[in-house]
């Protein structure tokens, strides 16, 4: 992340003010945002003991032993996970809304939108519309994001991070941390919880939060 800000060249080098500025908008403003992600994915898939089954198989062909070295190469072999995570963050998006400005007259479905107004679209119902997600719109199902199954889908259906000029800067930042600290927890933990997809309840904060915390249970693994 830092080398690309260094080796920015658009029409000037960013100086190293703008640099920190970015560095700190990223790391500190993902904080909390990545946090309550993760929390969301143990709990999914705590209630979904096959789905985290086969997560912990991939781990076990990528990674031969906990201790192994955790690098970008293998991250990148990690497909199922990438599909975890997408899945999670679809049903928990960690900024549930997002505003912006009409720049012009519009009409939308024909509804007059002046120029100047402030439009916000919620990505939690957005992420829900059964006729971009199917009848198991509200199930949490990974497969949905696999090549097959998402080819035909409009890439608008999903952005968690935003999308379009200003989007999430720490998209890359955000998936890397999450798919790093899953991969730990699930290789030396098996998770289990009481709690069932329809008792969850959603706080819409900055970020999207559960309202009685995340209530899963740790039970460390014999072998990996």
Partial sequence: ???????????????????????????GAGNDTTAHSIGHTCLFLAMHPDVQEKLY?????????FDEA????????LSYMECVIKESLRLAPPGATVAREAQ?????????????????????????????WGHDADQFVPDRFLPAR????????????????????GTRYAML?????????????????????DELKFKFD??????????VQLERRKTF
């Fill in 104 to 132: 012009a007259d519009l009409f939308i479905d024909g509804q007059y939108i002046p120029r100047g107004t402030t439009v916000v679209v919620s990505l939690f119902a957005l992420h829900r519309r059964k006729d971009f």
């Fill in 57 to 65: 198989l991939e781990l076990s062909e990528v990674f031969c032993c």
């Fill in 206 to 215: 900055i970020a999207l939060k559960q309202e009685q915390g995340y209530l």
């Fill in 150 to 169: 998402s080819k035909d889908r409009p890439s608008c259906a999903f952005m968690p991070f935003n999308t379009g000029s200003r989007n999430c800067l």
């Fill in 1 to 27: 992340m830092l080398d690309r800000l260094l080796a920015t060249t658009d029409d000037a080098p960013l100086t190293d003010t703008e640099i920190a500025q970015n560095v700190y908008s990223i790391v």
């Fill in 177 to 197: 941390s999450m798919k790093v600290i899953l991969s730990m927890i699930i290789r030396s933990f098996s998770l289990r919880t009481r709690m069932k997809m």
């Fill in 70 to 77: 955790i690098t970008e190469e293998k991250l990148k072999r």
